[in-house]
């Protein structure tokens, strides 16, 4: 079964400190997503990277870098930490072909800044 | 503009009882329509998919979802609700050569017993 596997599921962190989140997938994917879930505005897109060292902006990318070294990993890194960024964070890894075409999650990091 | 609309925030329905969770699309290719369910702390999983060919597409765990051309929608239905479906719904948008989907809002189903 292709797994996508976030590293942690729950995180607190403090206003200001540099944060990384980590995803892996064993897919052999090219694209994979960051996405932010807060209640009643769904899923918004941060940052997608469609080869290593290559990404993109997504829809709200302000706070946040990601960083592509290997194929299979894809960390989304929040500089400063600040309140409003306590969220939920999904990542995924996109199939471009076959009966598996589309998206594989992971299980999510909810992330607390206090 | 592009977008996903998913009108109910809340549906409560007894265990037993049918489901109907609504999506409606603006879209300005042809669409690719995807329902996802995410159960309280987890990730996204896949229901259903639809590309093309007929319009009615069966998933997982008893789901069905149909595609509407003129109403621009993709309504998700199952006729008898499980307590274990209780969980958030989540309708997108895609196209064939983009990556980037659209999401809905989701809808956050509660069953009673």
């Known amino acids: 079964d292709v797994k996508v596997t976030q590293s942690s599921r729950y995180l607190v962190k403090r206003t200001g400190e540099k944060v990384f989140l980590e995803c892996v997938q064993d897919?052999?994917?090219?694209?994979m997503f960051w996405y932010r879930q807060d209640p009643g505005l769904g899923l918004r897109l941060i940052y997608f990277?469609?080869?290593?060292?290559?990404?993109e902006k997504g829809d709200i990318p302000e706070g946040y870098s990601v960083s592509r070294e290997k194929k299979e990993r894809f960390s989304l890194i929040l500089e400063s930490a600040s309140t409003n960024q306590t969220s939920m964070y999904l990542c995924?890894?996109?199939?471009?072909?076959?009966?598996?075409?589309?998206?594989?999650f992971g299980s999510g990091t909810r992330l607390t800044v206090v | 503009a592009q977008s996903v609309t998913q009108p109910d925030i809340h549906i409560t329905v007894s265990e037993g009882a049918s489901l109907e969770l609504r999506c409606n699309y603006s879209?300005?290719?042809?669409?690719?329509l995807f329902w996802y369910v995410q159960s309280p702390g987890q990730g996204l999983q896949l229901l259903l998919k639809?590309?093309?060919?007929?319009?009615l597409v069966q998933g997982i765990k008893g789901f069905e979802a149909e595609f509407k051309r003129s109403q621009s929608s993709f309504n998700l239905r199952k006729p008898s609700v499980h307590w274990s479906d209780a969980a958030e719904y989540f309708c997108?948008?895609?196209?064939?050569?983009?990556?980037?989907?659209?999401f809905g809002t989701g809808t956050r189903l509660k069953v009673l017993a």
């Open positions: 995924a890894s996109f199939e471009r072909s076959g009966g598996a075409y589309g998206y594989t």
């Open positions: 897919m052999d994917h090219e694209n």
């Open positions: 990277s469609y080869d290593v060292k290559m990404k």
């Open positions: 879209y300005g290719a042809t669409p690719y």
């Open positions: 639809y590309f093309s060919g007929d319009t």
């Open positions: 997108a948008v895609g196209a064939s050569g983009t990556y980037k989907y659209i």
